[in-house]
């Protein structure tokens, strides 16, 4: 038998040990953001274009080096349907005038970067008249002589790098006693800064069920337009798992209303329904498309409803979809909180009947997120909440008592970081 004595050295040792442990806790962690990629691209001299919707200025670079600066007209309501797409994407094509379909208007030197979204000088009508409002479909506008000489200063491929906000310097003290979860893997995050509060294998993939559900969104609202209708087919009922109140075959809804049952009651035939527009192997290739564009670089999805247990990611790269969807498609998160947007018009469902699977919707800090659950999984949840001004998001995968470690994680930044 082994005695269980410590020598002096074997005490030492483990006191060694223990403070090089404390040190690396005490050491800050924060996330990596879309705007930290502008200094790696500078620092590897690189050609791209940077938009900066928050400072409202585009920005070309060659070889690392600024080049142009030019002030951005207009840009997409992020607080409504039509934000504009935010994420690293490269110039697809370019066309000297390009038209329009949803505006029904003409846009100089167009420099089409992904799905719905270009870069372009000042929209007119055919009668010549110009478009002139406050916000864009969700494209980016220049001066037209801007546009001109970005588009003929630009190459195809060159990177575009879209930011939404640049990254919020904030210093929280730091706090231990992380508490014991069920769940395989979480994180708990600032949203705006990217500092990590507490984590577990938050890098490592995991199934993440109906989660899956929230990039489908994504990916059909920045390729589709949302007032075209589909028609509710056999086929697609019998795709999916389960069955939705109300959507009923032989029915015809538009877009932007099946996201009702999918983002409230995570219904997989909405999923399907809306994967009709663009073909469901193409609509999972945009999914994938936009998670590498967003920084979710350890995501795969290989269907659109989350039912497979393939479609994995990690929690860090859910933190990246969670600021993604709270800075640029906020009525999706309004909707998980089971509320109407109707800024497209009115809602057939009657989505008071739904069963709304988001767990905090009479949370008043709770500004909204998803659940999803399969065997494979287990329970996983994306969540964000506003605690004293700040967005913080809560993610957990392969958890056994969903609301019990929310409610954990949830108590311990109150007491360590957000005691009022």
């Keep these: 038998m082994f005695s269980a004595e410590k020598t002096e050295g074997e ?29 790696e691209y500078i620092l590897n001299k ?20 600024l080049i142009k600066k030019v002030p951005i007209l207009a840009k997409g309501n992020s607080q409504g349907w039509g934000g504009s797409a935010v994420g690293l994407y490269r110039i697809i094509r370019g066309f000297k005038l390009s038209f329009s379909s949803i505006e029904e208007v003409y846009m100089p030197y167009a420099l089409h970067y992904y799905g719905k979204y270009y870069i372009h000088g000042e929209p007119y009508y055919p009668g010549g008249q110009k478009l002139i409002s406050s916000f864009s479909g969700g494209c980016l506008r220049l001066k037209d002589q801007d546009a001109q000489e970005i588009f003929e200063l630009s190459d195809l491929n060159m ?21 014991q979860l069920s769940a395989k893997s979480f994180l708990a995050a600032d949203l705006d800064s ?13 199934p993440i069920a109906s989660l899956t559900k929230l990039m489908t969104a994504v990916a059909v609202i920045e390729n589709i337009n949302l007032k075209r209708s589909v028609l509710i087919r056999q ?42 527009f663009l073909g469901r192997e193409k609509t999972i290739d945009l999914m994938n498309e936009k998670a590498k564009a967003i920084l979710m670089k350890n995501t795969r999805f290989v269907e659109p409803s989350g039912f497979d247990p393939g479609n994995v990611s990690t929690a860090q790269d859910l933190f990246h979809l969670a600021r993604y969807i709270l800075n640029n498609r906020y009525p999706m998160l309004e909707i998980t909180k089971g509320n109407k947007v109707t800024s497209f018009g009115s809602v057939k469902f009657d989505i008071e009947k739904f069963w709304n699977k988001n767990i905090f919707i009479y949370d008043p800090t709770f ?32 958890s056994t008592n969903l609301r019990q470690d929310t409610q954990k994680l949830y108590i311990w930044l109150q007491e360590n970081y957000f005691a009022s």
């Design 11 to 39: 005490i030492a040792l483990i006191n060694a040990l223990n403070l090089d442990f404390s040190r690396q806790e005490k050491d800050p962690v924060y996330l990596k953001m879309l705007s930290d990629l502008k200094d």
């Design 46 to 65: 690189k050609d791209f274009l940077e938009v900066n919707l928050e400072q409202m200025e585009m920005n070309l670079f060659y070889k690392g080096l």
């Design 159 to 179: 990177p575009v790098l879209v930011i939404d906000k640049d990254k919020k310097d904030f210093n929280y003290p730091v706090a231990n006693n992380v508490p």
């Design 194 to 206: 990217g500092y990590v509060f507490a984590q577990k294998d938050s890098s490592e993939a995991f």
């Design 235 to 276: 086929r697609m009922l019998d795709s999916g798992y389960g069955t939705t109140e109300g959507l009923d075959l032989g029915e015809r809804f538009r877009v932007v209303e099946l996201f009702y049952p999918l983002l409230i009651e995570s219904s997989n035939d909405a999923a399907f329904a809306l994967t009709w």
């Design 367 to 398: 500004l909204g997120g998803k659940t999803g659950f399969i065997k494979e999984s287990k329970h996983t949840a994306v969540f964000i909440f506003k605690l004293e001004q700040r967005n913080i998001a809560i993610i957990l995968l392969g």
